[in-house]
């Protein structure tokens, strides 16, 4: 008989939210409890663990399950437009296609701006990544590369002394870029040696053995099943053996690498040429196309992940269900394979506002920017017209305090210049030190929430499944918190919102490895990694949400 394994527990001090009559807003209440640890999942757990309720099934998930079987029954609320600022979606996904915003004020297909918003055809959202012939653009350079396009000319074998205080701004940028870009040709150039070497030993392996075996038993299926009396021979049989396991990643990392020093790092890579627009122009706005849907042959397939987290539909027993169905999941495609421009972000957002957007997600991020300032601008327009803003934190493992990504709702002193924006850091489904995912950007004072981020089960292209991983799935859970709250408790603003998802997460009194890229982990407070020190909680916030509403309607 096997022996059983001990249960290991977990001793954690949760703060869940509980209300008070002296206050707006609920104040916490410190439970201490006992979770069995590192406990494997069931294969359903693993499919929707990020639903689950923290206390009643020891799982840091964002309680979803018991907000909807206990709080949202029978209740009705109103339809949320939600932007997604994305890549081009799989519009026809079985658990997508009925969650897709139209435009009803717009004809289709007659070549007139029916409504007069200025864009053409828009019947679904907007693409900036096309252009009026219908074509489009699915990679991209990096911004690093588009600033040493712009300014290596200009700012060659000069120092900080020999700029004129007029373009000092511009030199510093140059010089950050300039460093990010060739630190970049190094690690590809290191990795096309790697594949070159090994691509070398495969061949000479190959050349050693086609002078004694016919090439037929050279193939894979053939290569394992020989053997030689002669030692060398012997030795290359099974070195050529290995190397022919590797001849497929090989094949596609060379792609890769050439797709690098061509495209994302090509200074003479201009994909806006195929766009016709002057992407240093925020006037220029004649340009995109109203085509939001993916081709088969696309590279584009991070959309439709994002819009399953946040809407799949819940209720034709396919598939997975979203967090929430009270939307229209409108697509603003702004993000090619490579960086973002800023004036396409700028105008995404104010495309969203324009068109009825209550909710804003994106889930990029860019080291630099040339035009912070149409960011900040765009931001303030969001914020001015009452939309929340949902950013994914990043994936590379960093301090968003000392390394700023974009777009962001802070300037360096660390104030932040609006409240309608949430930034969300990504969680494991593991309760021990293992809890922040590894990959997960954090930062006391830049970063607002963590959510669930490993191994979520979503959407994928040609109406397929899987899991995914990052902050681009933790960003959608927020928002799609917040679509329901908004639905709900329409009285409610951006800025209530997000401070009714802050307050009323879950705070675990627990030690976690701090994010590193670096092999040693630095154990730090869980609470030190954001702003609220928590993990989204639907049912919290609801509960919150309708205690707020209701006050705000006694004092009218």
Known sequence: MKSLKPLIILLCCVIVACTSSKSMIQKPQIITTTFAKNQPLTEIEKQNWHFKDIIEDSIPGISLDKAYNEFLKNKKGDTIIVALLDNRIDRSHEDIKESIWIN???????????????????????????????????????????????????????????????????FILFMKAEQLYNDNINLIKERLDMIESLEKRTNDAYTYLSGIYPDSLLSGKNIIKLSSKDSITNRMISNYSYYLKYSDWTSRTRKQIDRYFTIYLGLNYEERSKIGDNADSIEDTDYGNGNINASKSSTHNHAIKVAGVLGANRKNNLGIKGVSNALKIMPVCTSPSGDEQDKDITLGIKYAVDNGASIIIMTFTKFLVQREDWLVDAIKYAAKNDVLIVLSAGNSSSNSDIEKTFPNDYFLDKKEYVNNVIVVGGVTNLLNEKLVADFSNYGKESVDIFAPSEKIYTTKRNNSYGFESGTSVSAPIVAGIATLIRSYYPNLTAAEVKQIIMESGISLDIMVNKPSTSEEKELVPFSSLSKSGKIVNAYNALLMAEEVSKKKKRKK
């Open 104 to 170: 009803k004020n717009e004809i289709p297909n007659n070549n007139i701006d029916d409504d007069a918003n200025g864009y053409i055809d828009d019947i679904n959202g907007w693409n900036f990544l096309g252009n009026t012939k219908g074509e489009n653009v699915d990679r991209a350079t990096f911004e690093t590369t588009r600033i040493v396009r712009k300014y290596k000319d200009v700012f060659k074998a000069k120092e900080l002394k020999d700029i004129p205080d007029s373009l000092k701004k511009e």
